[in-house]
C-alpha cells in the first residue's frame, strides 16, 4: 500500500514561510509519484475541512485553494517521491494542522475541492501555526 509521511511546519511569524513534505512510498509495480494526485488538506479547530493544493504530475495539473493561491506552490520530485508546499507570506488564518493525502491513479486534483471528500491515502497531520 502507498504510504505517506508528512514533515515540517512548525512556528512561523505573520509574513514568514515555512515547508511542508510529503515522502510517498509504496507504489505498487510500474507506478511513481505522478500516477497520484496528491496534496494538502488542512484543518482547523472549528472550521470546515479545507483542500489546499494537490499536484498530479502526469496530468501537469495542480490546484490551490483561493484562500492560499499565490502564497503557495506546490512542487513534486518524482525520483525522491516526494511532494512539497512551499507556504509563504502566511497569515494567522493559516493555522491549522495541515494533512498530506493522495489519491490513486483514478483520481485527479478535483477531489481536493470537494469538502469531506475521503480520499484513498493519508499521511499524519503536521501542525502550522502562524502568530501574528
Known amino acids: 500500500d502507498v504510504q505517506l509521511q508528512a514533515s515540517g511546519g512548525g512556528l512561523a511569524q505573520a509574513g514568514g514561510s515555512l515547508r511542508l513534505s510529503c515522502a510517498a512510498s509504496g507504489f505498487p509495480s510500474g507506478r511513481t509519484l505522478d500516477d497520484y494526485a496528491i496534496g494538502w488538506f488542512r484543518q482547523a479547530p472549528g472550521k470546515a475541512r479545507e483542500g489546499v493544493s494537490c499536484?498530479?504530475?502526469?496530468?501537469?495539473?495542480?490546484y490551490y485553494s483561493d484562500s492560499v493561491k499565490g502564497r503557495f506552490t506546490i512542487s513534486s520530485d518524482n525520483v525522491e517521491g516526494t511532494v512539497y508546499l512551499q507556504m509563504n507570506s502566511l497569515k494567522p488564518e493559516d493555522t491549522a494542522v495541515y494533512y498530506c493525502?493522495?489519491?490513486?491513479?483514478?483520481?485527479?486534483?478535483?477531489?481536493?475541492?470537494?469538502?469531506?471528500?475521503?480520499?484513498?491515502?493519508y499521511g499524519q497531520g503536521t501542525q502550522v501555526t502562524v502568530s501574528s
Open positions: 499536484i498530479k504530475g502526469s496530468d501537469a495539473k495542480t
Open positions: 493525502a493522495a489519491d490513486g491513479p483514478y483520481g485527479g486534483c478535483a477531489a481536493f475541492r470537494r469538502k469531506g471528500h475521503d480520499y484513498d491515502y
